[in-house]
Each structure stands twice: as C-alpha cells, then as structure tokens.
C-alpha cells in the first residue's frame, strides 16, 4: 500500500462529528456509502500521511460539510470550527441525532433529524439527508441524479478519535499495539531508537511556532529520560525533517527505527494535539494518538504522549511521569513565556535577542518561582550576555547572577540535568573555579545520558580538564543521538586538536562544514590545528578566512610572526587590543606565548586572571600556550582555577 497526501476526490463531503458520537457517526458514513456518496472522515487517513495537514485539506475542498449536532458535539470546539468553514464556504449540511438545537451562529440552518432509528436509503429523513448533499454539491434533488457510487473501503476504527489522550491515559488501538511489540519494531537494528520532529503548528496559530515545536522538544526530553530508549537530539531531528524526503529516508539520516510526528491547533484556550509513530523501515504509521482540549491541558497531553511511546517501544512506563515534569511547571502562561524565550535564545542573533530571552526567563519565572527550567533559562542568558558581550565591570556581576540562578534551579529540582548542566558552567567560566565545576557536570551527565547537548557540554569540559577517554566517550554517543549537528563535530575535532590526534581533527571538522556551510569558527579551527601540523602558510590562508575578527586577528599574528613577518604581526596584534581592549587578555597571552615572550605571555595571563576572561578555561590543554607551562606563574594558575590539586 503506497501512503496519500490527498485525502479524496473533488466531490467529496466531509463529516464532522464529536469523539463521543461515534456509535452514531459509523451508521450514517456507511448508509451515504451506500447510497453512491463518496464520504470524508478520519478514518480514511492512510498510513504515513501527515493527519492534520490532510484534515485540513479535505474539509477545504469538501463539496459539503455534514455536521452532527448532538449534546456533546455543540460543546466542541472542534466541531463549531468545521461546521464554520461549511457555512461560510455555503456548503453546510446539518445533521441532529438527538433534537438537539444547534448552537448560536447555526440557528438559521434547519437541522436534518437522525434521531430515531438507523438511517437507510427510502427513510424519509435519510433521503432528504442525500438530497441536501447533493444540492448543497450543485447538483439535482432527485435521487436518480446522486453521484456514481465509489468502491466501498474496509471500515476501520476511527483513527483520531479511538486513540484518545486524555485524563493522563493513552489507548493506542490494539492493532497497533501489537504491531510494535511483536515484532514490528524487534527485527530492527536499534530498535528502540526514535526520533521526534518538530510538530506543526496549523490553523489561525501558524504563527506561534515556538508552541508546536515547544511540545515537541518536551516530548523529546520526556522520552530521552529514559535510558532504555535512544532519542535523536532535536538539532538532527529538526534537519531531517527540513531536508524533506519520507519517512524512512529520514529514518535513515537519523539511524533510528521509528519517528514520532505531530500537529498543534490552538484557537483561543482550545487546543487539537495530533501525534502518530511511524515506522521507519516502511513509512507506515500506526494509528495516531490525538487530543482536543483546554490550553491547560497541554501538559497532561506531553505525559501522554511520551507515555504511550515509552509502553509502546519498551513494554514499561519507565519514561511516565505522573507529576511535573522534573525541572518544569504546570502554568501554561509561564510556559509559554519560556518557550518564547528558549526560541529567542536558540536563535543566538545578537545581544539584543539574548537580552530578550532573558526577560522572557524572568517573565515566567515572576508567574511560577518554582520552574527550574526557567532558572535555568536565566543562568545561561546571563552566562552567555557576560561571556560575549559585557566591559569587565559588569562581567563579575553577570555571572555571579548566573551562579544564583543554577543554583536555584538545582535548589527546586535536584534531579534536573540542565539546571546541574548551568550550574557547573557558570563556576567553571564565572568563578573560573574548575573544581567546583566538577561535581555539577558530573550531575548533569548522569542525570542527563540521553540528551546530546548534555553529553555534548560534558565532553567539552572532561576535554578542558584533561580526560580525553571520558570526553571521547561522551562526545561520541552524543554524535550518535545527533547526526546533523555541525557543533557536535566541531566539538569532536577540538577535543582532538587538544590531544594532538590532528588529522582526526581536520576530518571531524570536515564532517561540520558539510552539514552547515559558514559554521562559527570552522576557518579558525582548521588554522589552529594546520599550524600545529607546521603548515603555516595553508594556516595563515585559514585564519584569513575566518569572519570573526577576535579569532582572525589572533591567528594570524601567530602565523605573520612564524613566517617571519614581524611587523605585520605586531599590526595584527594592535589592531585586536585596540577592538577587544580588556576583553581579550587570554588571546593576548596566547599570542605572545607563541611569539616566545614569556613574560609579556605571563603579564597578559595575569591581568586575565584579575579580569575574570572565560578564555581561561582552555588554559590547562592548550596547545597555544604550550611553551610557557613550565613556569611557576602558570602552574599557580592551574592550581588556584583547580585543574590540579
């Protein structure tokens, strides 16, 4: 069977009905089945087609829209939005099973009554049903003129409203449910690997992506909390799914065996979450799991989801909460003010959208003082606005707030890998304290083994202190949750540059600028590592290229001075303390290092050291700084940041 995007002919309708009328709903499809119409309804999804984008299309291009008003279905807001696209589009059909009257808005349309028995052609009520279609559709009333009769499909359940979410309880229909524990999934290498692509935001609230995708990393981090699944990190995942393709190319890009995608329409303080698990290997999906209810419910749905995912591929609840999310809240306003403020960050534009990000984190932990994700947010804002862009004046006090907030995040949620992760960044590069970083990692990377960007940090600060078979370790795994992310290859060649495995390096930085061209420092990075080789020119060539001038005036007066070339050495080095000032003492001590100025070399470490420069951290394996290591001022150094005891 080959998966549609096209949900039906031109001449179809479209039923509309409440999940709780489906006793009521089949009998009516299958008596205009029967009758020669060709009828629309979700179960006629095929496997692999993305559900919401083909709802939409089908009730757009419906040539009637038969609605079902009972008790139920005129509390649905679902219901009402359908039945609004018919009458405004002039093709509304509407239908009662139970005498109940319509809602305000529909009153002026007379209601079809079903009421009383199963509906069958030469039924008066039925037959008037079938002549209103057909009018509604252009055509005659008279029954001789209704359309040709269509092949009638094999019924089968209804797939959005018999997988429901809802009340913290997923049914997956039994099919399905059995499709992925027998076998479905065990004859595949990594066969409990998934990967959970950005659900799509559709409808009147195409615009608040940050939403859709937000539900979709919660997801992710729900399920990658549990160490018997393999989750791909949301960089590759987000790639993937932008490269195009189907189901099982993607698949493919990602290693993993199966995918879970989804849509989100919000309108007003409702909200539809659609969510099915394909099957890598055949591009089928199983039933889809949905839910229609209040905003607030958001994070009943999140549990849901990653619970039924987590039963389904690994026969336990492991990755189940029935609480808050560890780290996270249950008020959607705080909520979404992180979620907006996580997109401004992720984005990393500029100061001025890093600053906004950080109001953002504030804004929603003014709601709720107690979201650790929020805290954690903060930290990192913080952390990154002192690193980048404060005098040294402001730097101290900048990270002495990113230390309060890791701390509070940890405070309020010890089991948060994210808030350990914050927390041991801002010591290591605020209080360019080492040794107290340790531990927080060290939390973080247990806590937090199956998310790529954890390992991924981790591994660069085992790297920074010295442990290249750990870093390797993390770095690795991370690589394997996160195939598309040039950053985690640019980490994988730093770590092998700073241990002198440098053709291993040129290769990992390689892979990086086949998946993202223009990468941050790709140009620097190949300099530095062509230099150690002691290919100077093709380093100088290198560092020439790099677009940021902090890292291209640094190489390249290491690289003048090495070809002889004094003067311009000495041009290059001015030109950087004159733009960077107090900002880059730790490039000027790697500068003069390698020109073979010991004591200017130590003067500029020092003066780093008061300022509290965040270059610093590189300190203990740089290659840069290779030929004044054997001095007392820089093992005091060491000593006093806690690489050494």
């Known amino acids: 069977m080959q998966n549609s995007d096209h949900p039906a002919s031109a001449n179809h309708i479209f039923l509309s009905y409440s999940r709780e009328d489906q006793p009521a709903a089949l009998p ?15 179960g006629l999804i095929e496997g692999g087609a993305k559900y919401g984008l083909v709802t939409e299309e089908a009730l757009e291009t419906a040539s009637a829209v038969v609605v079902i008003w009972s008790k139920t279905s005129i509390q649905s807001h679902w219901v009402r939005d359908e039945a609004t696209h018919g009458r405004d589009r002039g093709r509304l059909v509407p239908v009662t099973i139970d005498k ?26 039925f037959d008037r049903l079938v002549n209103s279609i057909i009018t509604v559709q252009g055509g005659s009333p008279a029954l001789s003129q209704r359309p040709p009769r269509m092949e009638h499909r094999p019924e089968k359940a209804l797939t959005r409203r018999n997988a429901i979410i809802g009340g913290g309880t997923a049914i997956l229909g039994a ?129 849901a989801i990653a619970a039924a ?162 870093a390797n370790k993390a770095i690795n795994l991370s690589a394997s949750l996160d195939p598309l992310n040039a950053r985690t290859f640019r980490t994988i060649g730093d770590i092998a ?13 390689e892979k990086a600028k086949d998946i993202q061209e223009g990468l941050s420092s790709y140009h620097y990075s190949v300099g ?33 001075f090495r070809l002889g070339d004094e003067a311009e050495a000495q041009r290059k080095f001015d030109t950087l303390r004159a733009e960077f000032g107090d900002k880059s003492n730790y490039q000027y001590a790697q500068i003069y290092s390698q020109w073979g100025r010991k004591e200017d070399a130590l003067a500029a470490l020092a003066e780093a050291w008061r300022l509290r420069d965040s270059g610093l951290v590189q300190l203990y394996r740089d290659p840069l700084i290779e030929p004044i290591r054997d001095t007392t001022a820089y093992n005091n150094v060491i000593r006093k940041m806690g690489f050494t005891k």
């Not at 009516?28 to 979700?42: P, R, T």
């Not at 790529?452 to 085992?462: G, M, V």
């Not at 080789?533 to 290491?558: C, D, H, M």
């Open 100 to 125: 109940t009257d319509p809602p305000l808005g529909f009153g002026q349309f007379q209601c079809i009554d079903l009421s009383q028995k199963s509906p069958k052609a030469g039924d008066p009520q």
């Open 528 to 560: 530095l590592v062509k230099l150690a080789q002691g290919k100077v020119a093709e380093a100088k060539a290198s560092f020439e290229r790099e677009s940021r001038s902090v890292w291209r005036l640094t190489g390249t007066a290491i690289a003048d």
């Open 309 to 470: 995912v987590t039963q389904a591929l690994t026969t336990q609840m492991d990755g189940a909460s029935s609480g808050t999310e560890v780290g996270g809240t249950e008020n959607i306003a705080a909520y979404e003010a992180f979620l907006q403020g996580r997109e401004l960050y992720d984005a990393g534009i500029d100061e001025n959208s890093d600053r906004q990000a950080l109001a953002k984190f504030d804004e929603a932990i003014a709601i709720d003082a107690n979201y650790a994700a929020a805290h954690a947010g903060r930290s990192r804002a913080l952390g990154i606005i002192g690193n980048l862009y404060a005098p040294p004046k402001q730097r101290d006090l900048l990270y002495d707030q990113a230390i309060l907030a890791g701390r509070k995040a940890v405070e309020i949620a010890p089991k948060f890998p994210d808030g350990h992760m914050v927390l041991g960044y801002a010591l290591a590069v605020g209080e360019l304290d080492m040794g107290k970083a340790r531990g927080p990692y060290q939390t973080s990377y247990e806590l937090g083994s199956g998310d790529a960007d954890i390992l991924s940090r981790y591994a660069i600060f085992r790297s920074r202190i010295g442990d290249y078979g750990g």
């Open 175 to 303: 099919a399905g449910l059995a499709y992925w524990m027998n076998g479905g999934i065990g004859s595949q290498p990594n066969e409990n690997s998934i990967a959970v692509l950005p659900f799509t935001s559709l409808g009147d609230g195409t615009e608040q992506t940050y939403f859709a995708q937000g539900l979709s990393a919660e997801v992710r981090s729900r399920l990658a909390q549990n160490p018997l699944l393999k989750v791909s990190a949301q960089t590759s995942s987000d790639a993937a799914d932008k490269d195009g393709g189907g189901a099982k190319d993607i698949s493919r890009k990602l290693g993993v065996a199966y995918l879970l995608e989804g849509t989100v329409r919000r309108a007003g303080n409702q909200v539809r979450v659609v969510a099915e698990l394909i099957d890598g290997a055949t591009g089928f999906s199983i039933e889809p799991l949905a839910y229609d209810g209040a905003l607030d419910d958001i994070f009943e749905i999140q549990r």
């Open 28 to 42: 009516i499809i299958k008596a205009l089945q029967d009758s020669g119409i060709e009828v629309w309804w979700d």
């Open 497 to 509: 540059y700073n241990g002198a495995r440098h053709d291993d390096a040129l290769i990992a930085f």
